[in-house]
C-alpha cells in the first residue's frame, strides 16, 4: 500500500510540478519503505519512465509538449544518465546521503529566493 501511495504521490507532484523522481519518490522510498539510497534511486528511475510517458501523453493531448525540444534533453539526459549511475556506484553510502540532502537543501533555498 505504501508503494502504490508513493506512486499516487509521484504522478501527482510530477505532473504539477514537472517533478517526481528524485525529489519525491527517492525520499518516501527512504523514509516510508525502509529502502536504502541505491535501491530507492534505481526504483524511482524504473518508475519515471511510465510517469513521464503517462504525462507526456496527458500534456500532448492538450498541445502542450514540444517533441524535438523533448528530444534535444532527453537524448544528453540519457548519457548522463549512464554516467551518474557509474559514479553513484563509487561513492560510500553515507556521502551519498549527504550530497543528496545538500542538493534537495539547495533545490529548497533556490526555489524560495
Sequence with gaps: ????AIGLVAG???????VGGGIVVVPLLILLVGFEERPAMA?????????AAVGTI????RGNV???YGLLLGL?????AVAG????????????SYGFA????????????
Design 66 to 68: 514540444h517533441f524535438g
Design 85 to 96: 549511475t557509474a559514479l553513484q556506484q563509487r561513492i560510500a553510502g553515507p556521502m551519498l
Design 43 to 51: 526504483t524511482s528511475l524504473a518508475s519515471i519512465g511510465l510517469i
Design 102 to 113: 545538500a542538493l534537495l537543501t539547495a533545490i529548497g533555498i533556490w526555489l524560495l529566493v
Design 76 to 80: 544528453p539526459a540519457a548519457l548522463g
Design 12 to 18: 501527482f507532484f510530477s505532473a504539477l510540478f514537472g
Design 58 to 61: 496527458s500534456y500532448a493531448a
Design 1 to 4: 500500500m505504501r508503494l502504490i
